[in-house]
């Protein structure tokens, strides 16, 4: 079956610059890659979402990019603030969506 | 405004009681599903539900158990069975079960035991 694998678990990033979190994923025949953001007490939120048949999509300051050959995709978030401070978590679907482990964000002033 | 609520937030367990979580969606969705989170971990599925009165088993559903009677509702009961059932609980709901529709979240039950 899939097995989804999320680096960095920790990430500690300066206010305005730029955060990278990376997934890979072992199912060739998963076609649908979304990205969650969840803060404490609350459920994840879809921020953004790519298909396999684009290799990049970006909205604001958040981009995803996949490679479908090397099967690893990355949320970048640019210019960050204080609120996207924020457990992050990939995901990779074919018959059933398989959540990475997360990515704890921290933005410092 | 549509989405999805969960009930109750906060949520405690004596030893050798079932419970049951709810979750109701107004969204119109055919799907629905209930995940397990427990810290530094990724989200585990315990059930899914891709349309009324049917449901299927997701990777922990031992000491679970759900119905889905209406469109709108998919509670979950955490019975005695469950030797660990501390943990947050995620409900969801999708446009239906096709393999790329996004999942929407509940804010979640945290459940504990006495």
Not at chain 1, 33 to 50: C, H, M, T
Not at chain 2, 40 to 55: C, P, T
Not at chain 2, 82 to 99: E, R, V
């Amino acid at each position: 079956g899939e097995n989804v694998e999320q680096h960095p678990s920790t990430l500690s990033v300066q206010e305005g610059d730029s955060a990278v979190i990376k997934c890979t994923y072992s199912d060739s025949a998963s076609n649908y890659f979304p990205w969650y953001k969840q803060e404490l007490g609350k459920g994840p939120q879809l921020i953004i979402d790519i298909r396999s048949n684009v290799g990049e999509k970006k909205d604001q300051r958040i981009a995803v990019t996949l490679n479908k050959t090397a099967k690893h995709f990355s949320l970048h978030i640019t210019e960050t603030q204080p609120e996207d401070s924020a457990v992050y978590f990939c995901a990779a679907r074919d018959d059933k969506i398989i959540f990475g482990k997360g990515t704890r964000l921290h933005i410092l002033p | 405004d549509g989405g999805i609520t969960q009930s109750p937030k906060y949520l405690f367990r004596k030893e050798g009681q079932n419970v049951t979580l709810s979750c109701e969606q107004n969204l119109n969705h055919d799907a629905m599903y209930w995940y397990r989170q427990d810290p530094g971990q990724g989200l585990r599925l315990i059930y899914y539900s891709q349309i009324v009165n049917d449901f299927q088993k997701g990777d922990i559903a031992e000491g679970y158990s759900v119905s889905r009677e209406k469109k709108e509702s998919f509670p979950l009961t955490v019975t005695s069975a469950q030797k660990n059932p501390t943990a947050f609980y995620l409900c969801a709901s999708s446009i239906d079960g096709t393999h790329n529709q996004p999942q929407h979240f509940g804010d979640g039950t945290r459940l504990s035991i006495l």
